[in-house]
Every structure is written in C-alpha cells, then in structure tokens.
C-alpha cells in the first residue's frame, strides 16, 4: 500500500461496520465534530464518514467530505494502534474556511491519539 493512498481496506463501507462502530466505540467530542472510536485487530487505521443533511447542500456535505478524507490521507501514520474511527460533522461547518476546518480536525485527531479506548 503506498503511504498516502486510501484504498478501500483503511474505508469503512458497510452499514453493518457503522452499526458495529456506533454500538461498541467510545464518542470523542470536538468543537464541529463527534467521532466514534473503536480499537480494532486490524492491519490499519479505518475511516467512516457522516454528514448528514442537516450540515448543508451536497456541494457543502461533499466538501466536508472531501477535506476529512484528505486530512486523514496524510496524518492515519500518526493514530497509534489500530481503530475503526466514524467522524461525524455537526451543523455549522459550512461556515468555516478550510484551514479553521483543518484545525478543528487537528483537535480531534490529538484526542482521538491520546483516547484510551477499552
């Protein structure tokens, strides 16, 4: 796997791993953000992204998503150990540039490093 691709191991796809996620992972707040953090046995780090309607239009939804996926792309080497991680976005993000959006991310990623998830 090159180091900063995303291929479809390190997604998570499947409502079935949502579901799991959201019953079994601990919630982690930050500012615009909730993520649901669960460890994993996995070989990487997962991600799963939410953004509902309630955020905004899809351009704005599609935005968001497109900033998370890029963030994590460049930092899933530094989460230590490996986690199914589902970031949810709140209302009020559209509002926020890109770079208050990115560091509201680095936040929530310091919390989700330093999170002791049983």
């Known amino acids: 796997m090159?180091?900063?691709s995303l291929p479809k191991e390190v997604r998570l796809r499947k409502r079935a791993q949502?579901?799991?996620?959201?019953?079994?992972?601990?919630?982690?707040?930050?500012?615009?953000?909730?993520?649901?953090?669960?460890?994993?046995?996995?070989?990487?780090?997962?991600?799963?992204?939410?953004?509902?309607?309630?955020?905004?239009?899809?351009?704005?939804?599609?935005?968001?998503?497109?900033?998370?996926?890029?963030?994590?792309?460049?930092?899933k080497h530094s989460i230590p150990g490996t986690r199914d991680i589902n970031i949810i976005a709140r209302k009020g993000l559209t509002s926020l540039s890109n770079r208050q959006i990115t560091e509201n991310l680095d936040k929530l990623f310091t919390k989700i490093a330093l999170a002791k998830i049983p």
Not at 20 to 32: D, E, M
Not at 42 to 65: D, F, L, M, P
Request: with cysteine.
């Open 2 to 4: 090159k180091d900063f």
């Open 18 to 75: 949502f579901l799991t996620l959201s019953k079994q992972g601990k919630p982690i707040y930050s500012g615009y953000f909730l993520a649901i953090v669960c460890d994993r046995s996995n070989q990487y780090n997962r991600i799963g992204i939410t953004v509902s309607k309630k955020v905004g239009n899809a351009v704005a939804r599609n935005r968001i998503k497109r900033l998370i996926r890029e963030y994590f792309r460049h930092k």
